[in-house]
């Protein structure tokens, strides 16, 4: 029994085609598509229409929880659970509180960014039905190619292979699940 068909795959030539491809492939309506390139291509997501990360978000909600949770921890056991005098000092001394409270925010802030990275980024992901395709391996070396996949609204194989060659493909081809 033949695999379900994945996508359309398309190569260009250059990061400078790929950016124009990513406008009209953009423009065209498509929804579920991706661009591949060996580096980053500046502004590649303004072209993709891609909406801001929300990863700045995840990191400010972790370092805030650190912060929060080093202070109270530190307030709760000097001042309530095992409160010492020491030198005439009071009990809820926050300066002496600060050292922890500013390492547990970085803490936790960076395991944000690299938990919320590997999240949003669905990584790891040992398997991708492009892996299939032998002229997608030099896409790692020299090779630039968007992927639209048959789970877009407006995927028709003949169409969307006519628009990627109008825009400027090299090569096209369908990929199998």
Known sequence: ???APFGLLAQFPSPTSLYRACEQVRDAGYRVW???SPFPVHGLERAMGLRPSRLPWIV???ALTGMGGAFLLQS???AVDYPLVISGKPFLSWQAFVPVTFEATILFGALGAVFGML???RLPRHYHSLFRSERFECVT???F???IET???RYDEQKTRDLLLQIGATHIELVED
């Open 1 to 3: 029994m033949p695999d």
């Open 34 to 36: 991706d661009a591949h």
């Open 60 to 62: 400010l909600i972790m």
């Open 76 to 78: 709760w056991v000097h």
């Open 119 to 121: 999240h949003l980024n």
């Open 141 to 143: 070396d020299d090779g």
């Open 145 to 147: 190619f968007i992927s």
């Open 151 to 153: 789970a877009d609204p």
